[in-house]
């Protein structure tokens, strides 16, 4: 079965503060890849990072990072120094090899960053 | 030309009505979906299309009618819609036919009301 779980429904944050969003997920694949999209309150899904199941470095993107962990199956994201502009819903989502959907999402974390 | 265009932003429609959604990219995407978003949940696939032709139909209802008349246009007929089905609709497109390292984008979205 293929599953994303993101645990964490809303997070409210202060300002500056940093914040990680947790994403973990299920694949009998051995090759699939890993996403992060944020949306905001427009509507559209923007597409943040892509992982690969053979890559496990960590990724950092100015204030944006990702800790990849096989071990423990998750994709964690981490924002440092929050911002009002991020917040968003934060969508973890999985590419597996195997099955006919392209893409399984997490149910997404509302993040709210309070100035 | 690196984005996904939709049209309209918005539409309102009576269950009698029958409309269009439209879907347009330029990056030269092989795979182009329809998703449906209710509110706060994640989107959920109804559509996928690959090299022009339908390879996903995820058990939409036939009130849903896709349609690919080339590979940078995609159609959501709509007809004798009901209230359930007022949602956000995304379109995305990625490079390659639905599988591995494909990261989707996707375009803003249509705002949905069913009367």
């Known amino acids: 079965a293929q599953k994303v779980t993101q645990a964490q429904t809303e997070i409210s944050v202060v300002e500056k503060e940093d914040v990680t969003l947790d994403c973990v997920y299920e694949t009998r694949d051995t090759t699939y890849y890993l996403f992060w999209y944020k949306q905001p309150p427009s509507g559209e899904l923007v597409f943040l990072i892509r992982r690969n199941s053979f890559d496990e470095q960590n990724e950092i993107s100015g204030r944006y990072s990702w800790n990849f962990q096989k071990s423990t199956s998750s994709f964690n994201f981490t924002i440092t120094a929050s911002q009002v502009v991020d917040s968003a819903v934060y969508f973890c989502?999985?590419?597996?090899?195997?099955?006919?959907?392209?893409?399984?999402f997490g149910k997404g974390t509302r993040l709210s960053v309070i100035a | 030309d690196t984005e996904v265009t939709q049209t309209p932003k918005h539409l309102v429609m009576g269950m009698t009505n029958k409309k269009s959604l439209k879907c347009e990219q330029h990056m030269g995407h092989r795979a182009m979906y329809w998703y449906k978003q209710k509110a706060k949940k994640p989107p959920e696939l109804m559509f996928v299309y690959s090299y022009e032709k339908l390879s996903i139909n995820e058990s939409v209802p036939s009130r849903f009618s896709p349609e690919c008349p080339n590979s940078s246009l995609l159609n959501l007929h709509l007809h004798a819609l009901q209230p359930e089905d007022s949602a956000l609709y995304l379109c995305?497109?990625?490079?390659?036919?639905?599988?591995?390292?494909?990261?989707?984008?996707f375009g803003p979205g249509t705002r949905l009301t069913v009367l």
């Open positions: 995305a497109s990625s490079p390659r036919t639905a599988g591995l390292d494909n990261e989707q984008f």
């Open positions: 989502a999985l590419n597996p090899n195997s099955g006919n959907t392209p893409l399984v």
